[in-house]
């Protein structure tokens, strides 16, 4: 769901992505995705949002994030069991080549292992 993400917020992700999928590093991004779901509490803040590949909830890696447990140990999707006070930038991603930290200001910094 995109409707919503202020358009400052989507450059910032989309200069980020470079236009591929931050899930496979293979296709092309078509959908920001919110790691932790609006309706978990998420927000439009940089770091919960990741740039994926799929349309709607349905396919690609924004299918994957949807999908349960294979998103959620990939970093995309955050459990319903996380505080949304325990922001999205503490928890990496996967994106097919490593682990990544998603900074507030678009930096994406690598790191060892899925660790908090």
């Given at each position: 769901m995109t409707k919503g993400i202020p358009a400052n917020v989507r450059q910032i992700v989309e200069c980020r992505?470079?236009?591929?999928?931050?899930?496979?590093?293979?296709?092309?991004?078509?959908?920001m995705h919110?790691?932790?779901?609006?309706?978990?509490g998420g927000g439009h803040e940089v770091a919960n949002l990741i740039h994926l590949c799929g349309w709607g909830n349905h396919t690609g890696c924004h299918g994957?994030?949807?999908?349960?447990?294979?998103?959620?140990?990939n970093g995309w999707a955050l459990p319903s069991s996380v505080?949304?006070?325990?922001?999205?930038?503490?928890?990496?991603i996967w994106d097919?080549?490593?682990?990544?930290?998603l900074g507030q200001d678009g930096s994406k910094t690598?790191?060892?292992e899925n660790n908090r």
């Open positions: 992505s470079r236009g591929i999928c931050e899930g496979c590093n293979a296709a092309a991004a078509t959908e919110h790691r932790l779901f609006r309706s978990r994957i994030a949807h999908s349960g447990k294979q998103g959620e140990a505080d949304p006070a325990d922001a999205p930038e503490n928890r990496p097919g080549l490593g682990w990544w930290r690598p790191c060892k």
